[in-house]
C-alpha cells in the first residue's frame, strides 16, 4: 500500500504523510510501523462501510421493483399456462369498472357516455336519470355487468363462426393437424391463435376465446411492462436529485413508482378488454365475393373487345405484323465495315 494511493489518500489521516516528510524518509522506502497498519485499518474499514450502505440503498430500489416483478409475473404465467385465466379477465373487467366509475365523478351523462363507447366501443344500459341518482359502486357494478354480458356474446359469436369449419378440418384431417391457426380482429390489429382443434370441440367453441384472452394479455403484459421498467430506470435518477431539497430519494420514488405502476396495470386492463370486446373472426361475404368475380370478369370482356380497335390505324387496313428489323449500331471505337482496319470514328464516322 502506497501513501498516495486512492484508499489512503481519500480515507487515510494526511498527519501521516507529514510525519514521514518530517523524517526524512527516502521515496520508495518500505514503512513499517503499527501507525501505518491501523491506520490502513480504519481506511479499509470506512471502505466498506461506505460499500455496504450503496449496497443496502440499492436492495431497497430492489425490494420496490420486486414487489412489482411479483405481480406481473404472476399475471404473466397464469396467462402463459391458462391458469386461472378467466378469473384474471373477470377481476379485469372489475377493475376497469371501477377506474371508469371513479373517473365519472363530476362529469355530465354525455361525457360519461361519449367515455365508454371511446373506451369500450358500447352503449351504456344506464340511462340519464339513473345516472345521476347511481353512486360509484352502482354504477361500477352496472358496467361490470355490462361488460360481462358483452364478452360472453363476443365469445359465443365466434365460437359459432369458427366451430363448423373446426369440425370440418377435425373430420377429415384430425390425424393429421393438432391444432389450428384462428385469424382475429379488432379492427385495427390482426391476432392469429393457435387453438387445439379436440378441446375446441370439446368446449363448444369456449376455447377460441380462452386461447384469444391468453395470447392478448401475454402481448399486452410485455408491451406495457417493457415500457413501464423504462420509466421506473428514468424515476430512479431522477428522484436523486431530491437530495438538495433535503428530502429522501427513496421516499419519493416509492410514492412515484406505485403510480406508475397502477398507471401500467390501467393501461394493460384498457388494452385486453377494448380488444376482447371488440375481436371477431374476418369472415367474406360470399355476396361480395360472387360480385367482385363478376365484376372482373366484366372488365376483362371490356378489355378484349377493344383490343382490336387498338390494334387498328385511322384506316380499315390492319397494321402489319411482320416482325421489325433493327440495324445494329456501329460504336464509334468498332472496326468500320469498310474493311480500312481503322476505327470508325477515325474513318467514315467522321461526320457522324
Request: glycine letters at 6%; aromatic letters at 6%.
Amino acid at each position: 500500500v502506497s501513501l498516495e494511493d486512492d484508499l489512503m489518500r481519500l480515507f487515510g489521516s494526511g498527519r501521516i504523510s507529514a510525519i514521514v516528510d518530517r523524517m526524512g524518509m527516502k521515496e520508495g522506502e518500505v514503512l513499517q510501523h503499527s501507525m501505518l497498519s491501523k491506520s490502513i485499518e480504519r481506511a479499509q474499514r470506512k471502505v466498506e462501510e461506505n460499500n455496504f450502505g450503496i449496497r443496502k440503498r440499492l436492495l431497497e430500489y430492489d425490494d420496490v421493483m420486486n414487489s412489482q416483478r411479483e405481480v406481473i409475473y404472476t399475471r404473466r404465467r397464469n396467462a402463459l399456462f391458462g391458469e386461472r385465466i378467466d378469473v384474471d379477465v373477470q377481476n379485469m373487467m372489475g377493475d376497469f369498472s371501477e377506474s371508469l366509475a371513479q373517473q365519472a365523478e363530476g362529469k355530465d351523462y354525455e361525457e360519461f357516455t361519449v367515455d365508454i363507447i371511446r373506451n369500450l366501443s358500447m352503449q351504456p344500459k344506464l340511462n340519464e336519470e339513473e345516472y345521476k341518482g347511481a353512486s360509484v359502486s352502482d354504477l361500477s357494478e352496472s358496467l361490470l355487468t355490462q361488460l360481462s354480458e358483452e364478452y360472453h356474446r363476443r365469445s359465443e359469436l365466434m365460437g359459432k363462426q369458427a366451430m363448423p369449419i373446426i369440425k370440418q378440418v377435425h373430420e377429415k384431417q384430425g390425424a393429421t393437424y393438432e391444432n389450428i391457426a384462428v385469424p382475429i380482429s379488432d379492427g385495427q390489429k390482426m391476432l392469429q391463435i393457435v387453438v387445439n382443434l379436440k378441446r375446441a370441440i370439446d368446449s363448444e367453441g369456449k376455447e377460441i376465446a380462452r386461447t384469444l384472452s391468453k395470447t392478448i394479455t401475454l402481448i399486452m403484459i410485455d408491451e406495457h411492462w417493457k415500457e413501464h421498467l423504462r420509466e421506473m430506470d428514468e424515476l430512479k435518477q431522477s428522484v436523486q436529485s431530491a437530495v438538495y431539497e433535503q428530502k429522501d430519494p427513496l421516499l419519493i420514488y416509492k410514492f412515484e413508482s406505485y403510480g406508475l405502476f397502477r398507471t401500467m396495470i390501467d393501461k394493460v386492463n384498457h388494452d385486453v378488454l377494448s380488444f376482447l370486446l371488440r375481436a371477431h373472426i374476418p369472415l367474406r361475404d360470399p355476396q361480395n365475393v360472387q360480385q367482385a368475380q363478376q365484376q372482373r370478369r366484366t372488365d376483362m370482356s371490356r378489355m378484349q373487345l377493344s383490343k382490336p380497335d387498338v390494334a387498328t390505324s385511322g384506316g380499315n387496313e390492319p397494321k402489319s405484323q411482320a416482325p421489325v428489323h433493327v440495324e445494329k449500331k456501329i460504336g464509334r471505337n468498332d472496326p468500320c465495315p469498310c474493311g480500312s482496319g481503322k476505327k470508325y470514328k477515325n474513318c467514315h464516322g467522321k461526320e457522324a
